[in-house]
């Protein structure tokens, strides 16, 4: 029998708890992994009461998870396992009232899940230690952006080490918990066709795309801490680049796993001095009319200064010095205000060396290993084949490796799938403390010159794919981004 949990959603009332970490947890509940005795504890400075907390939730999942195949009737009898307490991270009265909740409950195990400002994870984490509400067999869940630096982010490893042991610390990229990563690792691993040409001598470059089209909306205030490089780049973009370029692990244990993610990340090649000019792009999105409409700038949203040089959009060129992937170019794009939503990983096979077909050219239909992580999730590979009628004329097909060819099949959500296993204490799908600090490494630098010779990004039109100088990285290579989707 599956040993009963109590999970302590700090934030309880923020914007992911109600969006994504609640509506998980429901369908963990349908699934059986959260049991009856379970608890799931809601914590923030509201003072509301745990009906009113209830009430609150059940209005979020009916807006934001219209696909939910749960009833009311499972809605109610799940929300009577969610309670609520009033709490201030750095209140101490406040965790001796979270102590007397939990001591209710002596013998279950605590998931600590901290969706607040990183400013308090270490407050938090204090105040858990000092009411002695750390076991053996907690665990703590730290949402990004952990840090603003390597310095910073060093600080909250080392400080948060003092009461949770790396083993019970859970950095959280839900990138990582998409069907299709996962998806992706099989389909390497368990298949000689892919790894054996899985290298520098059949791929001629990889690229990696997050785009929003939404802008920073009301976070202006939060977004002109972060910018594009330390919210997107420092953590999704380089988890998913690891996970491509990484080595065979001996097996499929955490660490081993997570060892080969971190020999990617420390074999990036440094971009600085005279490839800090040509190989990264700075943008910020500027306003444009779209169906009639105008669309804002980002010097027009809340709580934005008229003269900022945040950036909204990076794109980059990253090179990986070891044997399996040297002269391989990994170009990455990230940016708010984009032509539209999308997460997608492209691998472009080299081409033929030569065509024994009068009218295939191969550079405009090259084999793609297409990965698909949003809007929908699935995986593509283009190939070529010939077109049904009299003579040899070639087209483009795709063999289609998508999860949706399993019609009803229940495919988790990314929260979903990462709660699971926390709550199974499976770190694999996890950030470890040294791969957080080796992607703040590499990117230090590069915010580091834009800092010190005052960068000022780019203008780009919102609603469109970021600044020239995006297209013009890849073009003076001889390659285009894949914009086909």
């Known amino acids: 029998m599956k040993k009963p949990i109590d999970i302590l959603l700090f934030g309880g009332r923020g914007d992911l708890a109600q969006r994504k970490l609640i509506p998980a947890l429901f ?27 209830r009430d609150l939730l059940y209005v979020a999942m009916k807006k934001y998870a219209p696909k939910s195949v749960g009833t009311d009737e ?16 750095n209140s101490q009265d406040d965790f001796v009232n979270l102590k007397q909740l939990l001591e209710q409950n002596p013998h279950s195990e605590r998931l600590f899940y901290l969706a ?52 019970q610390t859970y950095r959280i990229d839900h990138y ?42 009301a976070r202006g205030d939060f977004f002109e801490q972060v910018g594009t490089m330390r919210d997107m780049v420092q953590n999704h973009l380089l988890q998913l680049l ?4 990484m080595e065979p692990p001996y097996s499929s244990a955490p660490d081993a796993i997570r060892d080969e993610k971190l020999k990617v990340l420390k074999a990036l090649k440094p971009i600085k001095d005279e490839a800090l000019q040509k190989n990264v792009v700075r943008g910020q999105y500027g306003h444009s009319m779209v169906n009639g409409d105008r ?70 239909m090259p084999n793609k290993l297409v990965i698909k992580l949003q809007p929908e999730e699935g995986i593509t590979l283009r190939i070529c084949e010939k077109r049904t009628g009299e003579g040899m004329s070639i087209q483009a097909t795709e063999l289609n490796l998508s999860p949706d060819k399993y019609p009803g099949a229940h495919i ?40 010190h010779y005052h960068r000022v990004p780019d203008i780009y039109s919102a609603g469109s ?3 020239a100088a995006s297209t013009l990285l890849l073009a003076k290579d001889g390659r285009l981004w894949n914009e086909m989707s």
């Not at 066709?193 to 290298?199: G, P, S």
């Open 295 to 364: 669309i804002k700038a980002y010097l027009e949203e809340e709580h934005v200064p008229p003269n900022s040089h945040i950036e909204t959009f990076v794109a980059l060129k990253a090179e990986i010095n070891n044997w399996r992937w040297n002269g391989v170019p990994f170009y990455l794009r990230t940016g708010k205000r984009m032509a539209s939503a999308l997460c997608e990983i492209v691998v472009e096979y080299k081409k033929i060396p030569h065509s024994i077909f009068d009218s295939f050219d191969s550079s405009s």
């Open 116 to 167: 607040t400002q990183p400013s308090l994870y270490v407050h938090i984490c204090r105040n858990l230690a000092e009411q002695n509400l750390i076991t053996t067999s907690s665990r703590v869940i730290l949402e990004k952006p952990i840090g603003h630096d390597l310095n910073t982010a060093r600080e909250i490893n080392r400080q948060v080490a003092s009461w949770f042991d790396e083993s």
């Open 465 to 467: 794919w970021g600044p």
């Open 27 to 53: 369908q963990l509940y349908r699934n059986k992994v959260i049991t009856p005795k379970c608890r799931i504890v809601g914590l923030s400075r509201s003072k509301i009461h745990a009906q009113e907390y």
């Open 412 to 451: 988790p959500s990314a929260y979903e799938r990462l709660l699971q296993d926390a709550i199974n204490a499976n770190t694999t799908l996890f950030m470890r403390g040294d791969e957080l600090e080796a992607a703040w490494a590499w990117v230090d630098p590069i915010i580091a010159h834009w800092k």
């Open 242 to 245: 690891c996970i491509i370029a």
């Open 176 to 217: 990582l918990g998409k069907e299709t990563v996962q998806n992706l690792l099989v389909l390497r691993f368990a298949n000689s066709l892919f790894e054996a040409q899985w290298n520098n001598h059949y791929i001629d470059h990889i690229q990696i795309t997050i785009a929003e089209s939404i802008g920073v909306e």
């Open 74 to 89: 499972e809605w109610q009898k799940f929300s009577q396992q969610i309670d609520f307490l009033a709490l201030d991270g």
